[in-house]
């Protein structure tokens, strides 16, 4: 057996985790000593009792290990353990290290560039559009985003960088063979497609659970640079993840909100303790030192997407940049008057991922804008 399907079977059994595998492994000297090791060997290890022994020691009637690789295999999904080199380095770091990480999509060496976005998942239209345009800034200049698939925050920054044609890192809180939340099947189906990755360190048919979840939030924060909360109450597990990344001693970055709305509390809160107000991408990739977010995409939350021109008329921003056949079949449908979401879908024909990165891509350039009663127009 190898160190590789060594790490696996470890991270499959219950009651171990990264902590304990980390202590077996130094008394040891490797995974596979540790699943081969005796049960009065194993038990005298620090933290390692009778119980825990017994379940390494057992480990073949516990697991199947054959067809977990061999169904991560047929799914099209690549098994990334510490003993590989295509580990991200970031993660290595950890004082918990997932033992493994189980890749939809693809990772590349631009992702060590990454930057987490967080927030709550019942989210206001403010922190919807604030999430995707820092999303769709960052993404368009460079940085991998890199966030939970949940709903609310989450899943406008993930939309939000794939609108930009940039990288995108989902981490979620459950196995691969088990996508949570199941509406965001398809977004997870469209960054695996090319524009990033869906990420677990949890076997195929893990459930998500109260558990998982905090044990994702460290993986966000250890594979991001800096951190950035968009919007969230004063009781929420984003501001778990941005003080896990303080504490990685990682900058922290918080969306302003009103003072007498629920749903920024926190971070407001995390303002006042000392985080860095931002209020567009350009604040952060300027602490970052990087280039400058192009001028079609340079909106901060709550700005319009037009600007005076020199002789003082309004011009669109992103007038002139090129579009795609799906952009120009979308501007063509919305030719006369706004429409619904439903009618989008079926007058373009396109699936929902593609659409609504489509229209976040066409509402950052200045074409597209939304009207009450959830309506989409041209501007």
């Known amino acids: 057996m190898t160190d590789r399907e060594s790490y696996v079977a470890l991270n499959m059994l219950p009651k171990i985790g990264p902590v304990r595998v980390r202590r077996l492994i130094e008394s040891l000297g490797g995974p596979e000593q540790v ?25 073949e009637s516990r697991i199947d290990l054959a067809e977990e690789i061999r169904e991560a295999n047929q799914r099209g999904i690549e098994v990334v353990t510490l003993a590989d080199e295509t580990y991200p380095a970031a993660l290595r770091h950890l004082y918990d290290p997932p033992l493994v ?19 709550s998942r019942k989210c206001s239209h403010y922190g919807t559009q604030c999430s995707r345009q820092f999303a769709f800034q960052l993404a368009a200049s460079g ?24 990288r995108t890192i989902a981490v979620i ?6 996508v949570y939340p199941p509406e965001n099947m398809g977004l997870a189906e469209k960054i695996a497609s090319g524009f990033g990755a869906v990420v677990s360190e949890f076997p195929l048919h893990t459930a998500p659970s109260k558990k998982t979840f905090p044990m994702r939030n460290r993986i966000v924060a250890g594979w991001s640079q800096a951190m950035v909360v968009v919007e969230c109450p004063a009781w929420s597990g984003a501001l778990i993840t941005a003080n896990l990344a303080g504490e990685m001693g990682k900058p922290v970055y918080a969306v302003p909100g009103q003072i007498d709305r629920p749903s920024s509390a926190g971070c407001n809160r995390l303002i006042r303790d000392g985080a860095i107000l931002v209020t567009g991408g350009q604040d952060i990739l300027d602490d970052f030192q990087m280039l400058p977010v192009a001028d079609s995409i340079q909106v ?36 006369q008057d706004p429409m619904l979401m439903d009618q989008l879908l079926e007058e373009t024909g396109l699936a929902l991922p593609t659409l609504n990165a489509t229209l976040l891509k066409l509402e950052m350039t200045g074409r597209l804008r939304q009207f009450p009663g959830g309506r989409i127009g041209r501007k």
Do not use: F
Request: aromatic residues 2%.
């Open 143 to 166: 940085m991998t985003v890199v966030s939970g698939l949940a709903r609310g925050i989450d899943t406008h920054a993930h939309e939000g960088a794939i609108a930009a044609k940039g």
């Open 300 to 335: 901060g939350c709550g700005s319009t997407s037009e600007k005076p021109d020199r002789s003082g008329e309004a011009t669109s921003r992103g007038a002139d940049l090129p579009m795609s056949d799906d952009e120009q079949a979308i501007l063509q449908v919305l030719d």
């Open 101 to 119: 990480l189980y890749v939809w999509g693809d990772l590349q060496e631009r992702d060590r560039h990454a930057l987490g976005i967080v927030g």
């Open 35 to 59: 699943l081969s090791a005796t049960h009065s060997r194993l038990q005298v290890v620090d933290g390692i009792g009778p119980e825990i022994a017994k379940i390494i020691h057992d480990w």
């Open 173 to 178: 809180g459950s196995g691969l063979g088990q």
